[in-house]
């Protein structure tokens, strides 16, 4: 089984950026630890600021692998073309979001993405990425 774990603009801080919103650990050590938790399972970490580089990842993986789990950030509120995408891909995603997104800013309410994908999953902090995992592993 083959996942990708896609995270978009400015997660790279994750650890540094909005400690009480996002946490104090960085995504490069909680992925170590979601490796551990699933050793069968062939995880592969992409993090990129840049809404081109999130369409090819998702476009290259798209028909070969059995999942993605996608934080696209705050292009969740602004990008059709991820949407597209997702839309445009064989490959199921879940949508994940660190922080309870529909508690906070109006603007952040809406996903242009959820649509698209099997599920989403808020609020629950880095937690949220292991559910997303499990949902492919016992799907």
Not at 66 to 91: M, Q
Not at 104 to 116: D, G, I, L, P, V
């Amino acid at each position: 089984m083959k996942i990708l774990i896609l995270n978009g603009p400015n997660l790279n801080l994750l650890g540094k950026r909005e400690p009480t919103i996002y946490g104090n650990q960085s995504f490069e050590d909680y992925f170590k630890q979601l490796k551990n938790t699933f050793p069968n399972v062939d995880l592969e970490y992409r993090q990129s600021n840049h809404e081109g580089t999130l369409v090819d990842w998702i476009h290259e993986v798209g028909f070969s692998y059995d999942g993605i789990v996608f934080n696209a950030g705050a292009y969740t509120h602004t990008s059709v073309a991820i949407a597209d995408a997702i839309a445009g891909v064989e490959t199921k995603v879940i949508e994940v979001h660190i922080s309870n997104v529909h508690a906070r800013e109006a603007f952040r309410h809406h996903s242009y993405m959820a649509k698209n994908c099997v599920g989403t999953i808020a609020g629950l902090g880095l937690k949220g990425y292991e559910l997303g995992v499990r949902y492919f592993t016992e799907d």
